[in-house]
């Protein structure tokens, strides 16, 4: 059984940081992509950042230069560095991450409020 555990989620105001983690657990094997992906209400879930286990990274057009995603892969842990926070950043954040060799296995986390104030 896979469990992915998030954390650092919360209430700031516009212009602040926070710092997203999801650990993995459990059978989880060949960890390839690992990311984070956000909904607002009314909006449908949408990709903010994801790393491969090389380090290739990819983001949102809407947070580049403002948040930075890293792994440690010896952790299973991805992070997700949020700076500049704006109120339509509010969402809640959802860890993802792909694994396996023969078939691709999809896991997700519970999510995380991330509300901003204006």
């Known amino acids: 059984q896979v469990q992915l555990v998030e954390s650092g989620g919360g209430l700031v105001q516009a212009g602040g940081s926070l710092r997203l983690s999801c650990a993995a657990s459990?059978?989880?094997?060949?960890?390839?992509?690992m990311g984070w992906y956000r909904q607002a209400p009314g909006k449908k879930r949408e990709l903010v950042a994801d790393?491969?286990?090389?380090?290739?990274?990819n983001y949102a057009n809407s947070v580049k230069g403002r948040f930075t995603i890293s792994r440690d892969n010896a952790k299973n842990t991805v992070y997700l560095q949020m700076n500049s926070l704006k109120p339509e950043d509010t969402a809640v954040y959802y860890c993802?991450?792909?694994?396996?060799?023969?078939?691709?296995?999809?896991?997700w986390g519970p999510g995380t409020q991330v509300t901003v104030s204006s």
């Open positions: 790393i491969t286990s090389s380090g290739n990274t």
């Open positions: 993802n991450v792909v694994a396996g060799n023969l078939m691709t296995l999809n896991y």
């Open positions: 459990g059978s989880i094997f060949s960890i390839r992509t």
